[in-house]
């Protein structure tokens, strides 16, 4: 089928956004719209620029025979900074404070509106980090967590809290909660990795870091390293997450049932 | 910024494909891409005839005073068949086989360009539905759900098998298990969804319905009707599937660990 120059564009946007960091050949697209290596070429460069102007994502073009092109999204730096208050101040309602330590959020972190833009930004902080997988622990960072690693074109592991039958073999380790002081489990099935891998932890909440460490210590077990941990709302200091190479994109200021106070503002 | 055709194109077909299902106004575009409300009229008649003609969804526009137009997401025919296709050939590996009964699929289900696919079938499917919430239960059915929220635009609810702290008050429930003959248990956070609502169930798997009955039986804590199920692979009776209202992407025809078969299909 024939498409015409706008029409090309159009397709080029639609099929670059829909797959993240996915690299299409160009003999893909001339195929697919039916037009010349070198019209193709003028499209991408004319998509490029539209990307850059709608100041979300670039286009990147790989040179070489396995070489072709990708899109690598991006919040525009005003929208990401308005999701970001937007969402402290919805977490900032007292209402939300449970026994005095634990913030309700469920119905935020678990829409698609949420972590799509949740998703984008962890993709784009940690884009350079050559990711082999993007990994979270069940049950609450699950969405986060797809989210990110379709952006960054992924495949994501979930770490089982229990072992579970429908996962085959699996290396399992304990490890001591530092805000509960409770002992904790981690499953992973043998199957849901390959040894070697760089991977980045995905998390919804990080206080005492004793799930970091949790992570750590069964992904060396598969030979793997955590080359950076992304999560929504931080409450440590910033030396532990430092050393950690944590990026957190909230904070937890304060919460205090007592005075009725909650306070989750942007990190900086 | 003003913007070329060619390039109001590409900024139509960027957004829309972003936001799957949102309804953005006229007024939206105009402002955004700094043109006329006639002219914009014009460039969403060709992406909308671009659309159609990749046969990957469609553009509806929605008219009156809270009208504008939305991206409805959908594979086209070919793509889906050759997914379901694929996606039943690596599936239908013996070596997946766990203790005669079970299947091992996380790698596969948790892979986001998988899940990305999965959901938007699912919206497809159940477009014409009017639907409020997706709602799944803990875990492996997390990702597909969340996908299938995105392209629905609709929030995502997780029920959990134990109530959790983070959760604040919750609403439970206990259910037996027709497969396994246990006593399962539902929780599901009073907060996470309003009442009368219309929900669509994704999950990974079903087999004697035990665990249907249990969300049913919690969403009517909720005044709320299930008015569709997506599950991936079913192996249950089509009058089982039928009274339930769902549609399976896949079946299990077969599996037996000693004889080395295990036979997944594509849905008829």
Do not use: H, W
Not at 209 to 215: C, L
């Amino acid at each position: 089928m024939k498409y015409k120059r706008n029409e090309r564009i159009g397709a080029l946007a639609f099929i670059l956004t829909n797959n993240p960091n996915k690299i299409f050949t160009y003999s893909y697209f001339t195929e697919k719209l039916d037009a010349a290596k070198s019209t193709i070429s003028e499209d991408i460069v004319i998509v490029k620029e539209l990307i850059e102007k709608l100041d979300s994502g670039s286009i990147m073009t790989i040179p070489g025979a396995s070489g072709g092109v990708k899109y690598i999204p991006k919040l525009s730096a005003e929208e990401e900074k308005e999701f970001l208050c937007e969402i402290s101040e919805k977490l900032s309602n007292p209402e939300r404070i449970i026994v005095g330590k634990f913030v309700f959020m469920t119905d935020l972190i678990y829409s698609p509106d949420i972590t799509d833009r949740i998703g984008k930004i962890f993709a784009s902080r940690f884009t350079d980090e050559d990711i082999d997988y993007v990994v979270t622990i069940e049950t609450k960072g699950i969405p986060m967590a797809s989210m990110t690693a379709k952006a960054l074109n992924r495949p994501l592991v979930v770490i089982r809290k229990e072992i579970k039958i429908t996962e085959g073999a699996t290396v399992n380790i304990k490890y001591m909660s530092k805000s509960t002081g409770t002992i904790q489990s981690l499953s992973l099935s043998r199957n849901s990795m390959k040894e070697n891998s760089r991977v980045l932890v995905i998390d919804d909440f990080m206080r005492g870091g004793g799930t970091i460490d949790g992570i750590k210590s069964i992904m060396k077990e598969f030979k793997s390293e955590v080359v950076g941990i992304g999560v929504l709302i931080s409450k440590c200091s910033d030396e532990l997450k430092e050393t950690n190479k944590v990026k957190s994109l909230l904070e937890l200021k304060e919460i205090d049932d007592d005075k009725n106070i909650l306070k989750i503002v942007p990190s900086e």
